[in-house]
């Protein structure tokens, strides 16, 4: 029973005509980035729709350079005295990318198993805090940030904390009002997301003074003139992003009902698989997870999946303390991290999947698992 390749993911953004009509403007206005009309009015719409003032949300290149200057304006670039960035493993690589850039050494703390996320009362009292100059928390998978606990966290420490919220944008388009005045949190509008403008991300911060300090950072550390005055980068989203971005905004909200009416039927189709489903809305409407009762039916099903030409992901690996680039002689141990990356499978998930590659997927991994049909 072989079909065709099945990509883990396919996503659609807004065609040439839908972004045409943006383009035009670029055209007529002759601004092409350094914050540009289009970036400007693409920063109003989305606070106006997530309901936080204008200040408290500032476009990125990407995600991970969101990270970069969210970081710079709150923590800035990594001091002797506490040159270490605590985050946990189980998170995308750029996590640890980002801050390695500002000159930080990372420093890997376990997840809790419900949440998937750092336990933040643990992080309190990290023997190492002392050494540590910023906190970067994850919201894995799109789930809800937890901003209070970071705000606690950040307060009770004094160190600097930010969220990397790469992938919960609908969790902060669904409950208004979602940003700290003390916390930054930073998502990805990369392609793989479900708000996506290709390539962008932002920062989400109610603080006018840091969001000042995060545009500084984004632009070589200019303020009102050419001159470098503090570290920065260039993590400009360009004006061509940004037509992207109104674009799929026009559309986001039959987007997300092309994902719920997907989402239901994914729940139908493995509502009788043996581990766990984790499902959208749960997590961001673009993973679809299936956490294996124990590695060994994990990497059956993996398999038996590839072996049908469906793609599937790791999409944190198992954790980046296990990537080459971070491995360590020395690493704490990170028992959660480890289970729960040897278990977790992500799925094929497209906002207009055909139900009929889910009973395909279903049957796979049935089959692999010797369940009756
Ligand atoms: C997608 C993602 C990023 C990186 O975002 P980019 O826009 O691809 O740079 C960082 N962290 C997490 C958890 C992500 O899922």
Redesign the pocket.
Known sequence: MSGGFLPVCRPLLPGADAVAAYLRRVDAARHYTNRGPLVRQLESRLARALRIPDHAIRTAS??????EIAVLASAGPARPDRPMALMPSY?????GL?VERLGYRVLFADIDPATWAMDLSAVAHHPRLAEVGVIVT?????RAPDLAGAETLSRATGIPVVI????SFERLWERPGTVSSTVPL?V???A??TFSTG???AVIWDDPAGQDRVVQAANFGFNLSRRSEVAGTNAKMSEYHAAVGHAMLDGFDQRRADYAATVARWAEATARLPGRMHLPPDLASVYILWEAPGPEQRARVQAALEADRVDTRL??ELGMHKQPHFARPAQPALPVTEDLGARLLGLPMAHDMDPADMARVVAIMRRALGQEM
Request: overall charge negative; charged content about 10%; hydrophobic content about 40%.
């Open positions: 990407n995600g991970t350079s969101a990270i998170s995308f690589a750029a996590t980002a994850v919201a894995p998978y799109g990397d919220a790469a992938a930073t990805s509008f990369h793989t997301k390539e962008g991300g999409w944190y």
